[in-house]
């Protein structure tokens, strides 16, 4: 039988990896960013019509919104303590996503700390659960 923390921590990762995709979304609009702007109001014109920039801010809160929605159903219906706990899984998620998608590398410090963090949580949900 499968320990019930590591069933929570399964079942709340799809709401972890929908905030982490924010991250990433993050990261990819900060690409868009315009580096030649010689002043402020420049630099915001340029912004304003980079239409990149603009649907990835716009994907950021719309994914922000469905995150928001969901994430008040779950703590609605379950363990505060073991769902914020869990949210500090989306490291992992962001983690994966860096090296997947923007070819960064893990440090063995990184991987270490994941390790720990999961840890955390699965020692977390064991002891509220009881």
């Known amino acids: 039988m499968i320990d019930p923390a590591v069933t929570t921590t399964i079942k ?19 690409k ?3 580096a030649d702007a010689t002043s402020f109001s420049e630099f915001t014109i340029q912004c304003m019509t980079n239409w990149n920039l603009i649907l990835l801010l716009c994907l950021m809160v719309f994914l922000l919104g469905i995150y928001a929605f969901i994430w ?3 703590i609605k219906r379950s363990k505060i303590a073991i769902v914020y706990a869990n949210k500090s899984s989306y490291l992992f998620w962001t983690q994966l996503a860096a090296v997947l998608i923007f070819g960064e590398h893990l440090s063995v410090c990184n991987v270490i700390g994941i390790a720990i963090i999961f840890a955390g949580v699965i ?3 064991s002891e509220v659960a009881k």
Do not use: E, H, R, W
């Not at 709340?12 to 900060?30: G, R, W």
């Open 32 to 34: 868009q960013l315009p």
């Open 12 to 30: 709340l990762q799809p709401v972890v990896i929908l905030f982490s995709c924010v991250s990433i979304c993050s990261k990819l609009a900060a």
């Open 72 to 74: 008040q159903m779950v």
């Open 123 to 125: 020692l977390g949900n």
